[in-house]
C-alpha cells in the first residue's frame, strides 16, 4: 500500500554527524510507529530508534547519547539526527513503519523502505 522513501545516507568522518529522512510516499497513508532499523555486515537487523504519532520515543543504549529521531505529523515524515558518529554506526540503515503500541518492540513491521548506507570511515 505505502512506499517509505530513505535519504541523506553517505559517507562520513568519525565524530561527524548525518541526517536521514524518511517519507510515506502514498497520500492518505499513515502509521502510529514509525522507526529506523540499521543492520551491518554479518550482523542482524537491529532497532535503532522509533517514534509513535503521539511523539513518544524509542533510542536503543547504545546510541541515546548521540541519536535523536523527530516526526512531522503533518508532512508524514520522521528524521535520525545522527551525532559523534562511529565506525561501529556503519550499517545500511532501514526505515519501517507499522501499527499498534510503540512499546511492543517484537510487533511486526508492516512496511520497510528499501535501506540507506551510512559509512562512518577516516
Known amino acids: 500500500q505505502a512506499q517509505l522513501v530513505e535519504s541523506g545516507g553517505g559517507l562520513v568522518q568519525p565524530g561527524g554527524s548525518l541526517t536521514l529522512s524518511c517519507a510515506v510516499s502514498?497520500?492518505?497513508?499513515?502509521?502510529?510507529?514509525m522507526g529506523w532499523y540499521r543492520q551491518a555486515p554479518g550482523k542482524q537487523r537491529q532497532l535503532v530508534a522509533s517514534?509513535?504519532?503521539?511523539?513518544?520515543?524509542y533510542v536503543a543504549r547504545s546510541v541515546k547519547d548521540r541519536f535523536t529521531i523527530s516526526r512531522d505529523n503533518a508532512k508524514n515524515t520522521i528524521e535520525l539526527q545522527m551525532n559523534g558518529l562511529k565506525f561501529e554506526d556503519t550499517a545500511v540503515y532501514y526505515c519501517?513503519?507499522?501499527?499498534?503500541?510503540?512499546?511492543?518492540?517484537?510487533?511486526?513491521?508492516?512496511?520497510w523502505g528499501q535501506g540507506t548506507q551510512v559509512t562512518v570511515s577516516s
Open positions: 517514534i509513535n504519532s503521539a511523539l513518544f520515543t
Open positions: 519501517g513503519a507499522r501499527d499498534g503500541n510503540i512499546y511492543d518492540w517484537q510487533a511486526e513491521v508492516s512496511t
Open positions: 502514498r497520500s492518505g497513508v499513515s502509521f502510529n510507529v
